[in-house]
């Protein structure tokens, strides 16, 4: 369950990561203005969304994992 939540944050940050720099370098083309951020923010900040989805994902599995299996099947 935690792989899966985290491969879901990294599918997230790369297609964020991909749309957000293809959309700084069109609005570049019209606003003279604007720079692409430097690379440290961006890694900073993607780890920071990383370790949140890890945490989100941990919380309901650590949570699952303390349930008595043939307890739960028995209530079904």
């Known amino acids: 369950m935690i792989a ?3 491969v879901m944050a990294v599918g997230g ?3 964020g990561g991909v749309l ?7 609005a ?3 606003i ?3 720079r692409m951020p430097d690379l440290v923010p961006v890694v ?3 780890g920071v969304l990383l370790a ?3 945490i989100a994902s941990f919380l309901p599995a650590a949570r699952a994992a303390r349930i008595d299996v043939m307890q739960a099947l028995r209530s079904e």
């Open 52 to 54: 949140a989805a890890v």
């Open 13 to 15: 940050i790369v297609a």
């Open 4 to 6: 899966d939540g985290a």
């Open 32 to 34: 003279l203005d604007i």
């Open 44 to 46: 900073a900040s993607a």
């Open 28 to 30: 570049g083309s019209y």
């Open 20 to 26: 957000g720099y293809v959309m700084a370098r069109t």
